[in-house]
């Protein structure tokens, strides 16, 4: 079963930056349509942008213009650049499959406060 590892999150103030990592095992990163997702505390996972293989994007609404999702095939690694961060961006970021997400990582905690 793939499994991810995301990292770059931190502590930022409103109108800050941050750009996340995620890492996929296994032989099939390549072919996998991708999606980064956020959990603020108490909510359900909330789809924020997604990429196909061939490197296709969508984004939420509320991140569009702010927010690229970008992916290197040759490392497994899924990117959110993140922009103009604001305090509702705040939660725990996860990538996962587009569709039928498997396991979740760890995620890592994007808090924008002043």
């Known amino acids: 079963q793939v499994q991810f590892v995301e990292s770059g999150g931190g502590l930022v103030q409103p109108g800050g930056s941050l750009k996340l990592s995620c890492v996929g095992s296994g032989t099939g990163f390549s072919t996998y349509l991708m999606g980064w997702y956020r959990q603020a505390p108490g909510k359900q996972h909330e789809l924020v942008a997604s990429i196909s293989p061939g490197g296709n994007t969508n984004f939420g609404g509320s991140v569009k213009d702010r927010f690229t999702i970008s992916r290197d095939n040759a490392k497994n690694t899924l990117y959110l650049q993140m922009n103009d961060l604001k305090p509702e961006d705040t939660g725990v970021y996860y990538c996962?499959?587009?569709?039928?997400?498997?396991?979740w990582g760890p995620g890592t905690q994007v808090t924008v406060s002043s």
């Open positions: 996962n499959l587009r569709h039928n997400p498997t396991t």
